[in-house]
């Protein structure tokens, strides 16, 4: 597997958390298993030793440091695995902080139409203002921008709308 396809860093930022989990409990089985057998070797060595007849505790050795160095390998694998995963939630949680904080500021003034419909300049009359609710659309997560885009003007709304 390739440094791109490892990490899943050719993937959106979710499926690639998603993807990092799944890889990650596969290696915590494996894991267990390594060490279940591990376990299990030095049982057999105790009773090796225990009892001649039945074996040479010396012939599980090269078996023994072969499984170890495999629990070894996999502990390395699920830690840069968990760094991946951690890098991604961080990212995520970024964004999606810096998304929630854009929904509190984002403000629509009203009030500056007179009943009459005419637009009105009176800056008193823009008490009435209300935070829109973000509406999450199907593209919200390959949204990979870590700075916001600089603003290139101002303007303000007449009536209330849907952005």
Known sequence: ????????????????????????????????????????????????????????PSSLQPKIAET????????????????????????????????????ANHLVAQGRESPEGSYTEDANQEGRIQPQPHVHSEFDEFDDDDDPLPAIGHCKALYPFDG
């Open 68 to 103: 170890m160095s495999n629990i070894e390998k996999l502990r390395m694998e699920i830690h840069k695995n968990e760094a991946w995963l951690s890098e991604v939630e961080g990212k995520v949680s970024q964004r999606s902080e810096r998304r929630h904080s854009a929904e």
């Open 1 to 56: 597997m390739g440094p791109s396809l490892e990490d899943f860093s050719h993937l959106p930022p979710e499926q690639r958390r998603k993807k990092l989990q799944q890889r990650i409990d596969e290696l915590n089985r494996e894991l267990q298993k390594e060490i279940d057998q591990k376990e299990a070797l030095n049982k057999m060595k105790d009773v090796y030793e225990k009892s001649p007849q039945m074996g040479d």
